[in-house]
């Protein structure tokens, strides 16, 4: 899983993804002039930090995420961890590509 560091500059991520703060930041729920805040000093919640870490850095479309995948997830986990542990591994590495 990956981090996001408090000092992460997210003016540079935002322009190393080929974003317009529009598109950056209503991808996470934010407005363009409440992103614009946060990329210019305005501390930011951990919730809204580990939602630009889902979405920018995880590549999660919050769009398409429903509560019934996490539910299937995490059963699934619990019914059979050596099958939840080769789906993820393939998952992973089909996103690495």
Known sequence: MKKIDKNLNLRKLR??????????WSA????????S???TGRSMSNPVRELVRLVHLEGINLNKVRGDHCLAGAELQRANPSLYKKLLQLAQ?????
Do not use: C
């Open 28 to 35: 996470v729920g934010v407005t363009q002039s409440g992103g």
């Open 37 to 39: 805040r946060y990329e």
């Open 15 to 24: 322009r190393n993804l080929g974003l317009n703060q529009h598109a950056f």
């Open 93 to 97: 590495a089909r996103r690495a590509r």
